[in-house]
Nanobody
Framework: QVQLVESGGDSVQAGGSLRLSCVAS????????MGWFRQAPGKKREGVAH????????YYIESVEGRFTVSRDNAINTLYLQINSAKPEDTAIYYC??????????????????WGQGTQVTVSS
């Protein structure tokens, strides 16, 4: 059974940092691209970052470029999202997801087939 479990969400002041983790199981993790998404209250879910199976290639939405870093440790089936210089607009539930394809618009939800339950990030000003 494919399972993705996020953790690490917390409350942080603007300008602060935190690291989210996603532990994967039930599939050959190192063969899959992975993504991070987020959903703020009253907003649609949006893609945040994407990483290749090896971890060599990463992609971000413009609003987080330079502040967020997606990485992975394939030895322990774990995906990470490092959030630095957090802004109040980063407040959202963050989800990891398994990708089944890759296109120019990597954030399309139809390119992902399994999702975690999410972890809450709250950034106060």
């Amino acid at each position: 059974q494919v399972q993705l479990v996020e953790s690490g969400g917390d409350s942080v002041q603007a300008g602060g940092s935190l690291r989210l983790s996603c532990v994967a199981s039930g599939f050959t993790y190192n063969r899959y691209r992975m993504g991070w998404f987020r959903q703020a209250p009253g907003k649609k879910r949006e893609g945040v970052a994407h990483i290749s199976a090896s971890g060599s290639n990463t992609y971000y939405i413009e609003s987080v470029e330079g502040r967020f870093t997606v990485s992975r440790d394939n030895a322990i089936n774990t995906l990470y999202l490092q959030i630095n210089s957090a802004k109040p607009e980063d407040t959202a539930i963050y989800y990891c997801a398994r990708a089944i394809g890759f296109r120019n618009n990597w954030s399309l939800e139809e390119l992902y087939d399994y999702w975690g339950q999410g972890t809450q990030v709250t950034v106060s000003s």
